[in-house]
């Protein structure tokens, strides 16, 4: 077949560009065209033709409506917040605020009414630990407003063994890459260089199934993640205090992070303040259970799950997080420190 209308340019440019998936799509392009074209000479009509097919590629148009989202936030040094469950008045006002979750990147049904779910989230940092604090809207409570179902893909998900579905239930999730260095498409490992944590409202480690706080995160089928997880939550290395409003229709997530030994910044070396200004991966979920039927379609029932950063599919790898500038000593001046271009 005459390559220059058969399956050739297309079929090798689709070979190329799943090698280097993972990567930024510019890189990806790049790497293939730059491939592509060594020791080859193209003449006008042929370079016209194949550059036709390429920008025909079902694989480079899914590549361009994927492109992870990769927004900023920045953490400055502040006071000491108390893990409570409630937003105290002036406890967070050092903080950067930042809000969502409508233009948050939505794995299952789209949000598109802040009263069905909404965020106004809050970070900064002291000499020993980061801090995050979540007030959530959110008009069904899973286990509160509802009966406690199970997903039809698992009926052990309230078992608090990797067994169970950790992020099964109204919850949040924190993503941290500390070196923000990745090698592929690869998610989190597991360790203080690396690692995917969540804190449900209706269950928790150390309270049981009806506590909510902190639960192992992913990849929860290694047990050597596994079991790290559970020593930083049982050592107070992660904290969380995670309440339901007194008023319904929504909760708060406080949640600590030591520097030691959860930002591994690189091997044996552990973030501090004297190190001043690095930025580190950072990827954050909402997820949200209502009803069954709310959920139809979507996996586990969910109704809504929605990431800071990332794209659908893919929001978990370490090269779809968004970056947290930690500043050091310094303190905010003014601004909000959301960044989302």
Known sequence: MNRLFGPWPLGRFNARLRRVRG???????????????????????????????????????????????????????????????????????????????????SEFSPVKDDSDLALRGWVKHDDQCLYFAFE????????????????????????????????????????????????????????????QMVCNL????????????????????????????????????????ARAKPEGKGYVIEWAIQFDPCLEISPGKFYTTALGEIKVGLNIALGDLDTPEKGEGNFGRFHHEQWFAGAKGTRTQKDNFGLLRLMGKRRATGGNGVNRE
């Open 23 to 105: 990567s930024s799509l510019k890189a990806g392009v790049r790497a293939v065209l730059g491939s592509w074209t060594v020791g080859m000479v193209l003449k006008p009509r042929e370079l016209l033709m194949n550059l036709g097919c390429i920008l025909l590629s079902p694989m480079l148009l899914s590549a361009l409506a994927a492109e992870p989202k990769r927004p900023e936030l920045i953490s400055w040094f502040g006071k000491t917040p108390t893990l409570d469950g409630v937003i105290s008045s002036g406890e967070w006002s050092d903080a950067t605020e930042f809000r969502g979750v409508r233009d948050w990147v």
């Open 136 to 195: 959530i809207t959110d008009d069904v409570l899973y286990g509160i407003d509802t009966a406690q179902w199970l997903p039809p893909e698992n009926p052990d998900a309230h078992e608090l063994s990797p067994k169970g579905f950790p992020w099964f239930g109204d919850e949040m999730e924190i993503l941290i890459n500390a070196p923000n260095t990745w090698n592929g498409n690869e998610g989190a490992e597991g360790s203080g260089s690396s690692w």
């Open 202 to 241: 209706t269950k928790s480690r150390l309270g049981g199934v009806g506590t909510g706080g902190l639960l192992e995160g992913e990849p929860r089928s290694d047990l050597k993640a596994w079991a790290t997880y559970q020593r930083w939550i049982q050592t107070k290395a992660q904290r969380a205090a």
